[in-house]
């Protein structure tokens, strides 16, 4: 049950961080941070070497998207 409470807490705590990330400081910067940090988390969720050459192309293409959602949310607002 501990094990538990510390890993929901976590998942609990990255979501609640990131997400108000995007409601305070909205723009292209946050954007592409939220997308980077997504990224990190799904490449270290899948248990390889976060530093292999892949790992590290996803993470950058994951901060791009997250770049391009904050460019289109700038264009839009």
């Not at 979501?15 to 305070?24: N, S």
């Not at 997504?38 to 950058?60: A, H, K, M, N, Q």
């Amino acid at each position: 049950m501990k094990k538990q409470l510390i890993d929901q807490g976590a998942h609990f705590g990255v979501a609640f961080g990131l997400l108000l990330t995007l409601v305070l400081a909205p723009g292209f910067l946050s954007f592409t941070l939220v997308g980077g940090a997504l990224g990190l988390i799904r490449e270290v969720t899948e248990e390889g070497p976060v530093t292999s050459r892949g790992s590290l192309l996803d993470i950058i293409f994951w901060t791009l998207g997250g770049l391009m959602a904050g460019i289109v949310y700038e264009i839009l607002n």
